[in-house]
């Protein structure tokens, strides 16, 4: 089953690649990104683990990876970003609690838009803090070698 996952969110990354004009030669990245994020996601999902943690944690990955492939390929870091961050994005949830308040089941639409704040939350913090994580591992040789002098 998790291999199953893993194929989907590829192709699903790629996809929306293709879908946001990514380089063609980025494609590939692009999936591997969104992969990566996803079976982090899942591995919180399937061991019954909070998904909020896991959405922040998986969202910290895809910062960073995102941010290494786009040194190593020479790439704005927003092509790996938006691609690997899609199958994050929950928008079966929204799309549920939409449908809950047209239903006029007002607790479980607030309880599914509650969800769906805190998910989205966890992808803006986690790809904030992996940003935040790269600009202080740049700055720290500064600081050593004002230090040592």
């Known amino acids: 089953m998790l291999f199953q996952q893993l194929l989907t969110s590829f192709f699903a990354s790629a996809g929306f690649g293709i879908i946001f004009n990514a380089p063609k030669k980025s494609l590939v990245q692009c999936g591997i990104v969104g992969m990566i994020g996803w079976g982090i996601y899942f591995l919180f999902y399937m061991f019954q683990l909070n998904v909020v943690y896991g959405t922040f944690i998986a969202a910290f990955f895809v910062g960073v990876i995102s941010q290494v492939f786009a040194r ?13 961050i899609i199958p994050l994005v929950p928008g079966g949830l929204a799309y549920d609690a939409m449908r809950h308040f047209v239903q006029n089941d007002y607790n479980g639409a607030v309880s599914l838009a509650a969800k769906v704040l805190l998910l989205s939350v966890a992808i803006a913090i986690g790809l904030v803090a992996s940003e935040v994580t790269n600009q202080f591992i740049k700055k720290m040789p500064d600081r050593r070698s004002k230090f040592v002098k």
């Open 72 to 84: 190593l390929y020479k790439t704005p870091i927003l092509i790996f970003t938006v691609g690997g």
